[in-house]
């Protein structure tokens, strides 16, 4: 059905101010008209007709980083180490639809046991299961020392490492995720991969034509993902000036998923964690932030990420994610486009989708509020369309 959405507020995603009073119009799925009212053409198909009255409309958001087949929650890895693949599988559904009603109609899925995320993404896009337009990396991969060993695809060489990154080429994956750094029992932090297999498993992903994203949770296995070339750090709590400096200059992400630690320090001190647990999760909290702080100064480019399911968060919060970037000394105007625009390009979709322009696919939300006044406004979404058609 073609649709009309009059005398609304509009937060186009490309940079421009806010438009306060816009109508936009949508045929066969596509964003066919943009303007005022007052000179918008008369037709005569049957179409809906929205008063948009008092709402914001953005573009549809996109999470650059979440695992669908976790729940999140305070023991979200015992689901993840333990389910089995139907369960898996039916908690992926479940999360699809919960993130789509929040407003994401696109993400990144970055690793999934048995690969199940690429056949979510492709039950998404076929509209089986109804979710975000997903770009799903199947397995994560690592060298011993990053993840626990249940989790992911242990390879102990870089040869081991390229067959299992052709492998989920193979399969259908959109992107490789591969574990940049691990911690030693005592705490210490290491380069998990090393330089030379993450050159290696960089080439090998973009002679394939696709990105490949690293988890970061160290200086120096940061430093050496961004020296291998990788597309985009992921969490990146530790990383140091140099290595932001580094990021800037090759056009490096950061995706800073600070959701991790925002809700395991609410979740602590509701199930009165010991005094160690909570410092652990400060010191990991205020590094981030300074990380991302460090980024943000830098012109690094950050695309938002949650790490729903693969962390305590869990799916459905990206308006959180985006007020704890805006906490952090991002301006919200910037935390949108991170999470519209920006995110798109991340992802490769930016053609298609990421910002409200004629010939776009109509992937928008509808908020009560104007998130650029109060980010909080994104928890109240009004109205979800996905290509065209009304989802909430």
């Given at each position: 059905m073609d649709l009309v959405i009059r005398n609304v507020r509009m937060i186009d995603g490309?940079?421009?101010?806010?438009?306060?009073?816009?109508?936009?119009?949508?045929?066969?799925?596509?964003?066919?008209?943009i303007g005022e009212e007052t000179a918008r053409p008369r037709r005569t198909v049957h179409q809906q007709d929205i008063d948009a009255q008092g709402l914001t409309l953005i573009p549809g958001m996109?999470?650059?980083?979440?695992?669908?087949?976790?729940d999140g929650g305070w023991e979200s890895m015992h689901g993840l180490l333990n389910d089995s693949q139907d369960v898996f599988t039916?908690?992926?559904?479940?999360?699809?639809?919960?993130?789509l009603m929040s407003g994401v109609t696109s993400a990144r899925d970055v690793g999934a046991r048995?690969?199940?995320n690429i056949l979510i993404a492709q039950q998404t896009a076929s509209g089986e299961v109804l979710g975000p337009r997903i770009i799903a990396a199947g397995e994560w991969l690592q060298f011993s020392g990053?993840?626990?060993?249940?989790?992911?695809?242990?390879?102990?060489t870089t040869e081991e490492l390229l067959i299992a990154i052709q492998e989920q080429i193979d399969r259908g994956a959109g992107l490789i995720k591969v574990g940049a750094t691990g911690f030693a029992p005592d705490g210490t932090q290491f380069s998990n991969i090393g330089p030379q297999a993450l050159v290696a498993a960089v080439r090998a992903s973009h002679a394939a034509g696709l990105k490949i994203a690293a988890h970061c949770h160290g200086f120096e296995g940061s430093r050496d993902a961004v020296e291998a070339g990788i597309d985009s750090v992921e969490h990146g709590t530790y990383v140091d000036e140099p290595t932001?400096?580094?990021?800037?200059?090759k056009g490096t992400y950061m995706v800073p998923t600070m959701s991790t630690w925002d809700v395991r320090e609410r979740l602590a001190?509701?199930?009165?964690?010991?005094?160690q647990q909570m410092a652990d999760i400060l010191d990991r909290k205020d590094n981030s932030i300074a990380s991302f702080k460090r980024a943000l100064e830098a012109g690094v480019t950050i695309a938002t990420g949650t790490d729903a399911g693969g962390s305590p968060a869990r799916h459905g919060f990206i308006g959180r994610e985006v007020e704890l970037m805006v906490e952090c000394g991002m301006s919200p105007k910037d935390a949108i486009e991170s999470s519209t625009r920006i995110a798109a390009e991340l992802l490769g979709i930016q053609e298609d989708v990421g910002t409200i322009e004629v010939g776009k696919q109509a992937d928008m939300v509808l908020i009560d509020g104007d998130p650029h006044s109060d980010p909080g406004a994104?928890?109240?979404?009004?109205?979800v369309f996905q290509g065209g058609r009304r989802i909430r």
């Amino acid at each position: 059905m073609d649709l009309v959405i009059r005398n609304v507020r509009m937060i186009d995603g490309t940079g421009a101010d806010t438009v306060p009073n816009v109508s936009v119009e949508v045929a066969d799925g596509r964003i066919s008209w943009i303007g005022e009212e007052t000179a918008r053409p008369r037709r005569t198909v049957h179409q809906q007709d929205i008063d948009a009255q008092g709402l914001t409309l953005i573009p549809g958001m996109i999470d650059c980083h979440e695992h669908f087949t976790g729940d999140g929650g305070w023991e979200s890895m015992h689901g993840l180490l333990n389910d089995s693949q139907d369960v898996f599988t039916l908690k992926a559904v479940g999360n699809c639809r919960r993130a789509l009603m929040s407003g994401v109609t696109s993400a990144r899925d970055v690793g999934a046991r048995f690969g199940i995320n690429i056949l979510i993404a492709q039950q998404t896009a076929s509209g089986e299961v109804l979710g975000p337009r997903i770009i799903a990396a199947g397995e994560w991969l690592q060298f011993s020392g990053c993840w626990p060993a249940g989790l992911t695809r242990r390879t102990e060489t870089t040869e081991e490492l390229l067959i299992a990154i052709q492998e989920q080429i193979d399969r259908g994956a959109g992107l490789i995720k591969v574990g940049a750094t691990g911690f030693a029992p005592d705490g210490t932090q290491f380069s998990n991969i090393g330089p030379q297999a993450l050159v290696a498993a960089v080439r090998a992903s973009h002679a394939a034509g696709l990105k490949i994203a690293a988890h970061c949770h160290g200086f120096e296995g940061s430093r050496d993902a961004v020296e291998a070339g990788i597309d985009s750090v992921e969490h990146g709590t530790y990383v140091d000036e140099p290595t932001v400096r580094i990021m800037a200059e090759k056009g490096t992400y950061m995706v800073p998923t600070m959701s991790t630690w925002d809700v395991r320090e609410r979740l602590a001190l509701q199930m009165r964690q010991s005094r160690q647990q909570m410092a652990d999760i400060l010191d990991r909290k205020d590094n981030s932030i300074a990380s991302f702080k460090r980024a943000l100064e830098a012109g690094v480019t950050i695309a938002t990420g949650t790490d729903a399911g693969g962390s305590p968060a869990r799916h459905g919060f990206i308006g959180r994610e985006v007020e704890l970037m805006v906490e952090c000394g991002m301006s919200p105007k910037d935390a949108i486009e991170s999470s519209t625009r920006i995110a798109a390009e991340l992802l490769g979709i930016q053609e298609d989708v990421g910002t409200i322009e004629v010939g776009k696919q109509a992937d928008m939300v509808l908020i009560d509020g104007d998130p650029h006044s109060d980010p909080g406004a994104l928890r109240n979404v009004w109205a979800v369309f996905q290509g065209g058609r009304r989802i909430r």
